[in-house]
């Protein structure tokens, strides 16, 4: 700040004593408390950066002197989260699951709480929709290998399909009727034929005729005589709209030679008891029944 | 503005410049008259309102508070008597603040600074605190003198006083403020208690101390260096606004009465520094409009009473416009004052102002108290049921802005064979899906639609879910109702 030679103009305004090309900068003085203002933002912006993590380092920055992080910051809230919910999870816990979807409020929270596990352990598979895909079960739709409703369902994901390492997981093998040389080629396409007229799909009816005998002899122990399966056996309707590995002739050609036997895993191992439940209650929001 | 004016603290020559300085401090005087008087009334009416308006009652029934004016931030629901706005209703508050912005415009155009001078809750909660000032302290000189007094005991207990009673009111005020947010009674009596929400306690304190420092301490500093308007005020301003203006051409040169007498050249004006002495922003209005004149007119009432003294006609300081100050100052005739308010300018902000308050009302007069919003599923888009035919899934949300339950009707429209059913109810596929929703409240259904195997041929259908409340006999069911499409996918 520069020593000056005022110059009072008649507007009675003090000048700087700059001056560019005859033109004068005024000078109005803000008041000291504005100053005293920034500079005490200036000493909190230090003391905030000391306190909480502001410094670049190579690795991290510094910690700040209160050890605050966005995720320690997380993991209270998350586990906040959970105390408050703990209550609800304990009474899905105790209630009998076949009378969950009589319970809106718990269903409601069983089927949001089931919604994030599905993202976390399910989705690999079934789909983020839980849509599926060849060799995957839809399990939005009403057609159940094993029984959808809620019960079956919680076995099923508890114990799995077919899941090595679970006792009471679901098995059933349907015979590799062409690799093990129970049927010849020609009887086989004559299955196929067989299956298709079952579910009103476009076929040849003298090789279906001829299907229909040896599914009689063959298939009918687990499918049932007219082919409506048996859940009993995780057996498949073969009658109606819906197809785990494709109706078309090539996929069931290939189902009947080598026969599939897909797996899902147990969960009852990983997963705890009331995470089952709701992941029990949320599939069955997509398409459960009975 | 004849004579040449220096300020009183003019820099000495050779003095190091100042960027920043003291604050300099301003002791209005007392003063009496009718723009004194109006501002008194304002204050205690703009006051009441705000202390009152949390404590009004209005029944809306059980189910919604019965606060006259209540901003429900946790339930997200704002109450004014009958009317009741809900978030994503905000455009009701949009227009309100948009006819406020042109409200101050209009009011600027046609009386200047009005809103400042009388109605800013900064002018009225500082005459408040200043009335406290001098009813303890006593008057301008009696303050300029306690000020350069010794810090003796009756100083302190006087300076005690004065700013205990500033906190009491700041408490008062950031105390009313909270009420506006919950239930009025109860509040009062969980703070009293100690066990009100710790954000109430916060806000308190905020408020005291936000009114306590703006009105007790800052005073015309808010106005001069922190408030935006007085900048805004000189694009808002025009030669036909109405400003407290000092006739100069009548007051100039100043001169004493006796001075008068012996010279006729002489003004009217005689010096006697009223109108500085009153002003609560500590200038002179003598050198001309100024951005730190609020036009409180309180420089008026104290002018009008010293030349009432000497006999002189009123309003050397006076409410004119730049335009009615030149013609006076020439001898011209005046206008009628009506043509000065109603001019193109005032009248285009006026009828912005009113379309806007008009349009608002309208649509606050068809709001309907029904209302329906569907998402459809996006993944899957479509499901082939077992027996071939095809569902889709929708997020449907049913608004019920009644404060009662409703019983609701979920049909669909557009789709013949349609079948639809909540994915989690206990309930068949059927034409119609009823529902209770709650009082002033949102439910949200996940409800499925299926249509048989081949209906539908195009790959997206569009549709209708419509909603119909359930009316007592004699009520009027309310329909409201949402586009969706059914998609039929094709591998």
Known sequence: ??????????????????????????????????????????????????????????????????????????????????????????????????????????????????????????????????????????????????????????????????????????????????????????????????????????HDARKAAAGAAIFAEQCASCHGPEGKGNRELGAPNLTDAIWLYGGDRASLFQTIWNARNGVMPGWSQRLDDVTIRKLAAYVHSLGGGA | MNAPLTPPDAPVRGAPIRFFEKRRKVYPRKVSGPFRRLKWAILVVTLAIYYITPWLRWDRGPHAPDQAVLVDLAGRRFFMGPIEIWPQEFYYVAGLLVMAGIGLFLITSTVGRAWCGYACPQTVWTDLYMAVE?????????????????????????????????????????????????????????????????????AIGILTFTTYTLAGLMRE????????????????????????????????????????????????????????????????????????????????????????????????????????????????????????????????????????????????????????TVAQDRNPLMVTMADGSLRNGYTVKILNKAARPRDVVVTLEGLPEARLWESLGAGAPSTAFRATVRPDGVETYRIFVRVPAGRLAAEHTPFTFRVTSVEDPGGRPEVAEADARFTVVRR
């Open chain 2, 221 to 372: 500093q808010v106005c001069t260096y922190m408030c935006p308007w007085p900048r805004i005020q000189s694009a808002m301003l025009d030669e036909d606004s109405f400003i407290v203006t000092y006739k100069a051409w009548r007051g100039e040169p100043r001169g004493s009465a006796k001075a008068k007498a012996a010279d006729p050249a002489i003004g009217d004006c005689v010096d006697c520094r009223a109108c500085v002495a009153v002003c609560p922003t500590g200038i002179d209005i003598r050198d001309g409009p100024q951005l730190e004149c609020i036009t409180c007119a309180l420089c008026i009432d104290a002018c009008n009473e010293v030349m009432g003294k000497l006999g002189r006609p009123a309003d050397l300081i006076g409410y004119s416009t730049l335009r009615r100050d030149g013609k006076e100052s020439r001898g011209e005739p005046l206008e009628p004052m009506w043509k000065t308010f109603v001019r193109p300018r005032t009248l285009l902000y006026f009828a912005l102002w009113a379309g806007i308050g008009i349009a608002m009302l309208v649509v606050l007069a068809g709001r309907q108290s029904l209302g329906i």
């Open chain 2, 134 to 202: 001098r009813a303890i302290e006593g008057d301008r000189n009696a303050r300029m003198k306690l000020d350069r007094a010794p810090w003796t005991f009756s100083k302190i207990a006087k300076r005690g006083t004065v700013h205990f009673l500033w906190l009491v009111i700041a408490l008062l005020t950031g105390g009313a403020w909270v009420f506006y947010f919950t239930d009025a009674p109860t509040l009062l009596a969980r703070l009293l208690d100690g066990t009100a929400p710790a954000a109430a306690y916060a």
């Open chain 1, 1 to 202: 700040m520069s020593d000056r030679d005022p110059s009072v103009p008649p507007g009675g305004v003090e000048t700087t004593g700059h001056e560019w090309d005859g033109i004068e900068e005024y000078n109005n003085p803000l008041p000291r408390w504005w100053l005293v203002i920034l500079m005490a933002t200036i000493v909190w912006g230090i003391a905030f950066s000391i306190a909480y993590p502001a410094w670049p380092g190579f690795n991290a920055s510094n910690g700040g002197l209160l050890g605050w992080s966005s995720r320690g910051r997380l993991e209270a809230q998350m586990a906040a989260v959970e105390a408050a919910r703990a209550e609800a999870w304990q009474r899905i816990a105790a209630l009998p699951l076949a009378e969950l979807p009589q319970n809106p409020e718990l269903m409601r929270l069983a089927v949001a709480g089931g919604a994030s596990a599905f993202k976390v352990h399910c989705v690999q598979c079934h789909g983020s929709g839980g849509a599926g895909g060849p060799g995957y079960p839809n399990l939005n739709d009403d057609d159940w290998l094993w029984g959808g409703d809620i019960e079956s369902l919680y076995q099923t994901i508890a114990h799995g399909i077919r899941a090595p390492g679970y006792d009471e997981t679901r098995i059933s093998q349907m015979p590799a009727f062409g690799r093990d040389g129970l049927l010849d080629k020609a009887q086989v396409a004559q299955v196929v034929e067989h299956v298709r007229a079952l579910s009103g799909q476009e």
